[in-house]
């Protein structure tokens, strides 16, 4: 099975297990981005340790594959562009891979997957219990930090939208290929085996780079971005 179908699937077995379980489902199109704290009043998900054991099969072939491999800091917080398809505007430190970009380009990067997209979840169409950011089970980035990404091709942005400059896609992997270039400590949150999904507060993972629900989970995680900085930076 290919890294996107995997993707595609396992994000559908994450909100399955919300339907299951009575909660009704429901995009909400509020900015939440708005407000500086948003991400302290959202849950996030944590890769499964199952899922985490093949990434080296499943998200290094799309690093292998990308048609850009850039070292970017962001410029900007992160907007939503429409609806719940949430942009980030990035200035370009490196380009280790593509053409028509150099350093000091500015940049939106998105990921047009539901990875990254902003959810509310309620017992009943009125009723918002907590809202998901999901993220491609990679921390957003953070102002400040440099990130190495590897991207797809320059895409239109849709419905005539349009920024100050040109937009770019992560590939469509479990996990969004984005790794910092500075050293986070990662904690895992333990999921009850009754749980019906993967989902935990923001705030108990907000100084993680990555999202798992096991220590191996974490670690395989960490061995990823070893690799992909050992093998594509500089």
Not at 8 to 35: D, E, K
Request: glycine share 6%.
């Amino acid at each position: 099975m290919s890294g996107r179908k995997i993707a595609a699937a396992v994000l559908a077995v994450i909100l399955l297990g919300a339907v299951c379980a009575g909660i009704h489902v429901r995009m909400s199109f509020t900015n939440l981005t708005g407000r500086d704290d948003y991400l302290q009043t959202v849950r996030v998900a944590e890769l499964p340790e199952s899922i985490s054991e093949n990434l080296s099969a499943t998200v290094y072939p799309a690093l292998k594959e990308a048609g850009y491999v850039l070292c970017v800091t962001p410029a900007e917080p992160e907007r939503v562009l429409w609806k719940n398809t949430i942009v980030q505007k990035v200035l370009v430190e490196n380009v280790f891979r593509g053409e028509g970009i150099a350093p000091g380009d500015a940049l939106y990067l998105t990921s047009l997957s539901d990875q990254t997209r902003l959810f509310s979840y309620g017992r009943t169409a009125l009723d918002f219990p907590f809202r998901i950011r999901d993220c491609g089970f990679v921390h957003p980035m953070r102002m400040g930090e440099s990130y190495l990404c590897f991207l797809e091709s320059g895409i239109e942005y849709p419905y005539g939208l349009e920024l100050d400059a040109p937009l770019f896609c992560f590939p469509q992997t479990i996990v969004k290929p984005q790794f910092s270039l500075s050293d986070h400590e990662n904690t895992a949150v333990e999921i009850p085996e009754s749980a019906v999904s993967t989902y935990v507060d923001y705030v108990l993972v907000q100084d993680n780079e990555f999202f798992g629900t096991t220590e191996k989970a974490l670690q395989l995680l960490e061995e990823l971005k070893r690799t992909a900085l050992s093998d594509f930076y500089g």
